[in-house]
Antibody, heavy 123, light 110 residues
């Protein structure tokens, strides 16, 4: 079945780095743009980044621009989020999600979500 | 980039209709057709209920409908059922390939 499974979360000190992965299965990964979305404890959803179906275009929320890098390996059906210079306000559950539209289109709506991986930034 | 504005709470009785608003600006909701709504039950992943203002993904009941007027989008849930009790989030394309979410609305079915 269609699924996304994140991994790589954990506890990290401020200023350090962490790399999240998201394994996709059950659909043609290379034909969909992908998003990362996060949710801080007890808070709402916050969009983090998007990558085009072929990885050629990447865009970020202002809150993470210059610190986070989204990437993908279509040969491995895997999405990544490299997080550098982590701050306390980056503490959240990070979920990967699939855009509902197939390439080359975008709908900026996500119809498939992973269960999320928690990231805690604390000294 | 400021979050879209949603009321923190909404409520209705079973069978009634309730409408949740999502207010943006002329830089996001007001100019783009890419408004979405998500339902999130506690401890669960969000579920897409509406996309591109009014479209329903396969499997979403037609009790859920979306609309937009000016800088405000709305989600209407008709024939409220107990399982509709959840948090609801709107989102909108905000230009430059970025997305904004609303703060969320807790819907209570009385």
């Amino acid at each position: 079945q269609v699924q996304l499974v994140e991994s790589g979360g954990g506890v990290v000190q401020p200023g350090r780095s962490l790399r999240l992965s998201c394994a996709a299965a059950g659909f043609t990964f290379r034909t969909y743009a992908m998003h990362w979305v996060r949710q801080a404890p007890g808070k709402g959803l916050e969009w983090v980044a998007i990558i085009s179906y072929d990885g050629s275009d990447k865009y970020y929320a202002d809150s993470v621009k210059g610190r986070f890098t989204i990437s993908r390996d279509n040969s491995k059906n895997t999405l990544y989020l490299q997080m550098n210079s982590l701050k306390g306000e980056d503490t959240a559950v990070y979920s990967c999600a699939r855009d509902i539209a197939t390439s080359p289109y975008l709908s900026y709506a996500v119809d498939v979500w992973g269960q999320g991986t928690p990231v805690t930034v604390s000294s | 980039q400021s979050a879209l504005t949603q009321p923190p709470s909404a409520s209705g009785s079973p069978g009634q209709s309730v409408t949740i608003s999502c207010t943006g600006t002329s830089s996001d909701v007001g100019v783009y057709k890419y408004v979405s709504w998500y339902q999130q039950h506690p401890g669960k992943a969000p579920k897409l209920m509406i996309y591109e203002v009014y479209k329903r993904p396969s499997g979403v009941p037609d009790r859920f409908s979306g609309s937009k007027s000016g800088n405000m989008a709305s989600l209407t849930v008709s024939g409220l059922q107990t399982e509709d009790e959840a948090d609801y989030y709107c989102s909108s394309y905000a230009g430059s390939n970025t997305v904004l979410f609303g703060g969320g609305t807790k819907l209570t079915v009385l």
